[in-house]
């Protein structure tokens, strides 16, 4: 890996975008971090590709996510191992974190405050069911990046929209 010392041109839209979190402070401290130049792995037509990685800004983002946010992730992971992964192979927990950053912007520290962690779990959830249900997830830094396009996934892309739906039904039929 090779550590950029700035923040690339190509996730410029993450520095400016209205958020409720994280903080600007801790957003100027993570362009600071930078990111990493990493060789693609498992791709045979491009052997000498490369790929952004933010996962030392992944890493500061997730020492500021609080206790009930915290442990919301948490229950939504479980709930992917043990609900999700047989009908949507393609959801991998980078998914699940990436969901639940964007997540994270929108809800403001009051949220947290005032919503019981059942009501936090069955939100972020929600949240999830309709990133399924779009068949769209936007890389956190790099919005125009689908990662569950064929950009990423290659053929098994194919595949997202029929077991996204059976996960989003899923999903729908458990809050009931």
Known sequence: AFHLEHWPPVA????????????????????VVGCEVVPKVGSC???FGW?????????VLSCQVGE???KTYLAAKIFLK?????ICPFLK???????FFHHMENKTEEYWDNTEL?????????????????AHCPHYFIPSVNLWGEQILGKSAENVSIQAKRGYQLIEELMV
């Open 45 to 47: 037509e491009d052997r």
């Open 93 to 99: 927990t980078y998914h699940l974190k990436t969901v």
């Open 12 to 31: 410029s839209e993450w520095v400016t975008r209205h958020r409720s979190w994280p903080s600007q402070e801790v957003v100027d401290r993570m362009i």
């Open 68 to 70: 009930k946010a915290r």
């Open 118 to 134: 059942e009501k936090g779990i069955k939100d972020f959830l929600e949240t999830l069911a309709s990133t399924m249900r779009s």
């Open 82 to 86: 043990r609900n999700l992964k047989n």
């Open 51 to 59: 790929r952004l990685s933010f996962s030392q800004a992944e890493r």
